[in-house]
């Protein structure tokens, strides 16, 4: 069992920037099989969306065509922790935000794949 626990939500003005941690109990590496962390995030009365995924093993990344450029991941193995830091936050960005592991999918923007979720952290922003 995987345990994923997010960090580092808050209220943020608009134009800020915040970095959001997923702290993972272990990176899954499985032979033939490619697992990765993904970071997602659910607004009030909006379906889920990913945000960005990260391959466990050769670091690979991939963005929602909507949101890269303002949001990057990145991890500290060493930490088993894994961030995304936002910029040019807006209003709109406020949701709350969750970190997944799971097998790699074509359809990871919409959680595909995915078997551990963390609990979620909560980002305000205000105007």
């Known amino acids: 069992q995987v345990h994923l626990v997010e960090s580092g939500g808050g209220l943020v003005q608009a134009g800020g920037s915040l970095t959001l941690s997923c702290a993972v109990s272990?990176?899954?590496?499985?032979?033939?099989?490619?697992?990765?962390v993904g970071w997602f995030r659910q607004a009030p009365g909006k379906e889920r969306e990913g945000i960005s995924w990260?391959?466990?093993?050769?670091?690979?990344?991939e963005y929602a065509d909507s949101l890269e450029g303002r949001f990057t991941i990145s991890r500290d193995s060493g930490k088993n922790t894994v961030y995304l830091q936002m910029n040019s936050l807006n209003t709109e960005d406020t949701a709350v935000y969750y970190c997944a592991m799971g097998v790699y999918s074509a359809y990871w923007t919409r959680g595909y794949g995915m078997n551990y979720w963390g609990k979620g952290t909560l980002v305000t922003v205000s105007s």
């Open positions: 272990e990176f899954i590496l499985e032979d033939g099989v490619t697992y990765g």
């Open positions: 990260m391959n466990n093993g050769d670091g690979k990344t």
